[in-house]
C-alpha cells in the first residue's frame, strides 16, 4: 500500500475525530499523532506525508467524499 492510499483512510479519521469538517493544520497534527510510526515506515515518506496528506485531500474531494474549504476539507454527508 502507498503513503498515498493509507493517507486517504488517516484523513477521514482525522476529520471524523473534529466532528466532519477540520483545517489542513489539524488534520496534519491529527495524522502525525496517530500515525507517526507508519509514516516512518513508508520509507522517503517522513519528507513528503505532507504534500501526500494534500495530494490525498484533493483525491478525496475528486472522488466526492470530501468539500474542500479555504481553511481545510468538510466529509460529504
Not at 477540520?22 to 515518506?45: C, D, F, M
Request: hydrophobic residues 40%.
Amino acid at each position: 500500500m502507498t503513503i498515498r492510499s493509507d493517507l486517504e483512510d488517516w484523513i477521514i479519521s482525522a476529520i471524523d475525530f473534529h466532528g466532519g469538517k477540520a483545517s489542513v493544520t489539524a488534520i496534519s497534527k491529527y495524522v502525525w499523532e496517530n500515525y507517526e510510526p507508519q509514516i516512518r515506515a513508508h520509507g522517503n515518506a517522513l519528507y513528503t506525508w505532507q504534500y501526500d496528506l494534500r495530494w490525498a485531500g484533493e483525491k478525496l474531494k475528486d472522488k466526492g467524499k470530501l468539500i474542500k474549504q479555504r481553511t481545510g476539507w468538510e466529509i460529504v454527508t
